[in-house]
C-alpha cells in the first residue's frame, strides 16, 4: 500500500449478515457457571448477572441502526498516513472565528465517546452558549481502533500515532489547533505539544482518580506527601493491583485474548463493559447503556479488540515515557477527584487550569458531558487569541 494525501469521505455501513451473525452468535452463547453466592460480585471481574443483561439486550433490545445514523450525521473520512488508514470525523463549526480541536479516544473506547460533545462544542450558540466559544472539531480513530483498522504494520504505538494525528491536521489545513483528550488520548494530547509547539495552541485532559493507582509504575511519588496522602496512594495501588490483569496480558500476551475478542461477542462484551463500570467513579452517572453497547459494537464489527491490544503491546514495548513535559498551555480535567492526584502530578501547582469535579469519572465525555463542556469551553477561553 501506498501512502497518498487523499482525504475520502466515509460513511458507516455494517451489512445486515453481520448483525444476523452477532445476533446469532449472542443466542448460542455458552456462559459459565458462576460460584454460588458470586452473582452480583465484582470483586472478581464483571458481575455475571450484569452480563448476562447485558447480553440480552445487545441481542434483543439494542438498535445498532439508530447508532449507525447517529454517526453517520457527522462528516466522516478515511485517508492514508504512514501506510495505515486513518478514520476521524471533521465536523466544522457554523462560527467563522471557531478554533480547530483534536479530540483523541483513549481505551477502551472509540468515536463514540465524544458523541454527547459534539454538538455543544461545535455550536454553542445551538446549546445555550456563546459563538465565541466555538471549535471545528477534528476526532480521529487511534489507528488499530474502530474503523481504522486493519492494523498495516507493526509499530503503531504512541509516538507513531501523535505523528499521524499531527500529520492529519496538516491535511485538513490547520497549521494551528488544540488538542484535547483522555487515557491514551491524553498522551496522545501531551506528545503533540511537546513534539509540535509551534502548532499547539493549548493542550486540555481529563482525568480521574483512578490514576493515583499508576503512582510509582507510570511517574513518580514526589517527597514531602504526609502520611495520610501516601495512605490514599498506597490504597490506590491496592486497588489498581487488582484491576489492572486486562492491560498486563494485552502488553505481555495478547494473541490468545485477541482470538477471543474476534470470535466471541460475550468475550468482547465482558471485556469492555467492566471497566466502564469499574473506572466509573464512586459517585458518577453511569454511561447511557446504548452508548456503550455502541462503542462495543464498533470493537466487535471491525474486530479491533485485537488490535487495539496490539497497540497496547506496541506502545508498552516501545520504552516511551507517558509523560511529556512541554511549554505549551494546559488544564486539567479531573472528574471523581482526590486531591492527592494534584500533589502527585502538580506538586508546584504549575498546570494553569487545574479543575477538580466530584462527579464523573475515567469516561467524561460520556458520563458528565456539560462538566466536561463547561471545563473546555473556560480553559480555552483563554487562548484563542
Avoid at 466515509?10 to 452473582?39: C, K, M, S, Y
Avoid at 496512594?233 to 505481555?252: F, M, N, P, S
Amino acid at each position: 500500500m501506498t501512502n497518498t494525501a487523499d482525504i475520502r469521505p466515509f460513511r458507516i455501513d455494517i451489512p445486515q449478515a453481520e448483525l444476523d451473525d452477532l445476533h446469532r452468535r449472542l443466542a448460542a452463547t455458552r456462559v459459565p457457571n458462576p460460584v454460588p453466592g458470586t452473582e452480583s460480585d465484582w470483586r472478581r471481574g464483571i458481575a455475571p448477572d450484569l452480563l448476562a443483561e447485558l447480553a440480552e439486550y445487545w441481542r434483543t433490545g439494542f438498535d445498532w441502526r439508530a447508532q449507525e445514523a447517529r454517526l453517520n450525521a457527522f462528516d466522516q473520512f478515511v485517508t492514508e498516513i504512514d501506510g495505515q488508514t486513518i478514520h476521524f470525523l471533521h465536523v466544522r463549526s457554523p462560527e467563522p472565528d471557531a478554533v480547530p480541536l483534536l479530540m483523541t479516544h483513549g481505551y477502551p473506547s472509540s468515536v463514540v465517546e465524544f458523541l454527547e460533545v459534539i454538538g455543544p462544542l461545535t455550536d454553542p450558540r445551538a446549546h445555550g452558549g456563546s459563538p465565541a466559544d466555538a471549535f471545528h472539531l477534528v476526532i480521529p480513530s487511534l489507528p488499530g481502533f474502530g474503523f481504522a483498522t486493519p492494523l498495516a504494520a507493526t509499530g503503531w504505538e504512541l509516538a507513531r500515532t501523535t505523528a499521524a494525528f499531527a500529520e492529519l491536521m496538516t491535511r485538513l489545513g490547520y497549521r494551528r489547533f488544540a488538542a484535547q483528550g483522555g487515557d491514551i488520548g491524553a498522551g496522545v494530547t501531551g506528545r503533540l505539544a511537546a513534539l509540535y509547539p509551534g502548532r499547539v495552541i493549548a493542550t486540555h485532559v481529563n482525568s480521574d482518580q483512578g490514576s493515583l493507582g499508576l503512582a510509582g509504575e507510570q511517574f513518580p511519588i514526589p517527597d514531602g506527601l504526609s502520611s495520610e496522602e501516601m495512605s490514599v496512594i498506597h490504597a490506590a495501588q491496592e486497588r489498581w493491583a487488582q484491576q489492572k490483569g486486562y492491560l498486563v496480558l494485552q502488553t505481555t500476551q495478547p494473541n490468545a485474548l485477541a482470538a477471543a475478542l474476534t470470535d466471541s461477542p460475550i468475550a468482547q462484551l465482558a471485556w469492555i463493559a467492566e471497566k466502564f463500570v469499574v473506572w466509573g467513579g464512586t459517585q458518577s452517572s453511569v454511561v447511557d447503556r446504548d452508548l456503550l453497547l455502541a462503542n462495543i459494537s464498533i470493537y466487535w464489527f471491525t474486530r479491533s479488540g485485537a488490535s487495539a491490544a496490539q497497540f497496547l503491546w506496541e506502545t508498552a514495548h516501545s520504552g516511551l515515557d507517558w509523560m511529556a513535559p512541554s511549554l505549551v498551555p494546559q488544564g486539567w480535567a479531573v472528574f471523581d477527584a482526590n486531591p492527592v492526584l494534584r500533589r502527585i502530578m502538580d506538586p508546584d501547582k504549575r498546570i494553569e487550569h487545574y479543575s477538580e469535579y466530584a462527579d464523573g469519572g475515567h469516561f467524561a465525555a460520556l458520563q458528565t458531558p456539560e462538566l466536561l463542556v463547561d471545563d473546555i469551553r473556560r480553559f480555552f477561553g483563554k487562548h484563542r487569541g
